[in-house]
């Protein structure tokens, strides 16, 4: 089979690639083809918050099927133009796949605003098996996500780990937040299982495979805020390791915060089944 191959990548300008519309994503020359066909697929990953190097999710689809494999590539770009990019293998015949995709890093000594838009698009479509005369280009829809530095906590395969961060200045008398970690008790209130207290940047916590099996809450503190008792907000971010290795950002704002004030963030519900451990994590 006559194998054609269609790339475009938005920024290259070079005697081998053509500059088309951003829109218009190919690379190689359509010259022999008669007929150039642009398709517009879609992009959608689960994720809505996410942290530099974290690897996630995203489904591509195209609006028709081809008697081959098809590779669609997708692009992760940051507002500096950094960007990962990632290709996943439509089967023969069916027109969705799922893949995975590394978020880009800002670029030290780059720094960026506590809060960013990483934005997500399906950049490049390659077919395996061509048709002659006919040359596609790609252009897909373009989702929004939000997009922070904050460090990752190092992989553990015994526990679920938990980073607190938000937006500073940080430190005592300035924005000096802190981390609760609580288990709810079955017959009422609440018992703290972990805390953190740096007056740094970033709190932290662990929850162990073998902690008792139950719900659990992630909670902050405000101990001290650059605008005192005033009421005022701080945008903050959660980055939890599994012991899978896998990563989950939640992100959000806290509104109408005051010193003293004590905010219930997430709910981690975990399980033990046949000896394996599961933590199902959602932002309350």
Request: proline share 5%; with cysteine.
């Amino acid at each position: 089979m006559k194998k054609i191959i269609n790339i475009f990548y938005i920024t290259m300008l070079t005697s081998v690639f053509v500059s088309c519309d951003q829109n218009d994503r190919i690379s190689g020359s359509p010259e022999q083809n008669d007929d150039i066909i642009t398709l517009t697929g879609t992009i959608s990953s689960p994720e809505t918050a996410v942290v530099a190097g974290q690897t996630i999710p995203f489904t591509a689809t195209i609006p028709q099927t081809f008697e081959g494999d098809v590779d669609v590539e997708a692009t992760a770009i940051l507002p500096n133009g950094v960007k990962t990019t990632s290709f996943v293998t439509i089967p023969a015949g069916q027109t969705t796949a799922t893949g995975d995709i590394e978020v880009p890093a800002s670029e030290a000594p780059v720094l960026m605003p506590f809060n960013n838009n990483m934005k997500m698009y399906l950049s490049a479509i390659l077919l395996t098996v061509g048709e002659e005369g006919t040359h596609y280009l790609l252009n897909s829809n373009e989702i929004s996500l939000d997009f922070g530095d904050t460090a990752r906590p190092d992989p553990n395969i015994t526990r679920l780990r938990i980073a607190f961060d938000w937006k500073g200045p940080y430190g005592e008398a300035e924005n000096d937040l802190d981390l609760y970690l609580l288990r709810n008790e079955s017959g009422g209130g609440q018992t703290v299982v972990a805390t953190s207290f740096r007056a740094v940047r970033y709190e932290f916590a662990n929850l162990l495979n073998t902690a008792v099996d139950g719900t659990y809450i992630v909670a902050a503190e405000a101990y001290t805020l650059t605008y005192g008792s005033e009421l005022g907000t701080i945008p903050y971010r959660y980055v939890l390791r599994y012991p899978d290795n896998s990563v989950k950002t939640f992100s959000g704002t806290f509104t109408d915060f005051t010193e003293g004030d004590f905010v219930e963030v997430l709910q981690i519900v975990k399980t033990t089944v046949d000896g394996v451990v599961s933590y199902n994590v959602t932002q309350l």
